[in-house]
T-cell receptor, first 108, second 114 residues
Framework: GIQVEQSPPDLILQEGANSTLRCNFS?????LQWFHQNPWGQLINLFY???GTKQNGRLSATTVATERYSLLYISSSQTTDSGVYFC??????????FGTGTSLTVIP | DVKVTQSSRYLVKRTGEKVFLECVQD?????MFWYRQDPGLGLRLIYF???????EKGDIPEGYSVSREKKERFSLILESASTNQTSMYLC?????????????FGDGTRLSIL
């Protein structure tokens, strides 16, 4: 099946720091999402980004489909950014494949 | 906004009970999914459905069944609950048209089997 790898698995940041999360895929990307799971377990859509770059406030994402990776940038991190970040891609059969996530802790 | 609603946020059941987890979406999505999430394992697909009365096994279907009698509702059934089914269960939905449709999640159900 499709392999989705995320790095780093864990990350601890001081409030105000910047970070980059990475997602690698075993095959070509035609549908990719980034999610944030907050400490209460809710999964929030961050970006749908099969290619190119998108920005939303302090967050931005870039997908380089030809090289099979996507990056999520968090700038000026806040404690509310803590949680687990997942990337997922969809195959032609409508099935989504998730990475194992990056657990982010932002300390004040 | 798409709304995916799971019937319970927290649920406690006993070993051997038959357990129903319900999920409803309000955007006429064709696809619906059930995942479970466990520490260190990420999200794993249990079953998905791409149309009414249609279902496909995911990565870990053993011990589970599903029902999709109406387009908006997708039920996950634990026929005889066991302690190793204690987990966080997440429902999601998406459109089928094209491969560029995002997936939307419910808030999750934390299920404990005693």
């Amino acid at each position: 099946g499709i392999q989705v790898e995320q790095s780093p698995p864990d990350l601890i940041l001081q409030e105000g720091a910047n970070s980059t999360l990475r997602c690698n895929f075993s095959d070509s990307v035609n549908n990719l999402q980034w999610f944030h799971q907050n400490p209460w377990g809710q999964l929030i859509n961050l970006f749908y980004i099969p290619s190119g770059t998108k920005q939303n406030g302090r967050l931005s994402a870039t997908t380089v489909a030809t090289e099979r990776y996507s990056l999520l940038y968090i700038s000026s991190s806040q404690t509310t950014d803590s949680g687990v970040y997942f990337c997922a891609r969809r195959d032609t059969g409508n099935q989504f494949y998730f990475g194992t996530g990056t657990s982010l802790t932002v300390i004040p | 906004d798409v709304k995916v609603t799971q019937s319970s946020r927290y649920l406690v059941k006993r070993t051997g009970e038959k357990v129903f987890l319900e999920c409803v979406q309000d955007m006429d999505h064709e696809n619906m999914f059930w995942y479970r999430q466990d520490p260190g394992l990420g999200l794993r697909l249990i079953y998905f459905s791409y149309d009414v009365k249609m279902k496909e096994k995911g990565d870990i279907p053993e011990g589970y069944s599903v029902s999709r009698e109406k387009k908006e509702r997708f039920s996950l059934i634990l026929e005889s609950a066991s302690t190793n089914q204690t987990s966080m269960y997440l429902c999601a939905s998406s459109r089928t048209t094209g491969s560029n449709q995002p997936q939307h999640f419910g808030d999750g159900t934390r299920l404990s089997i005693l």
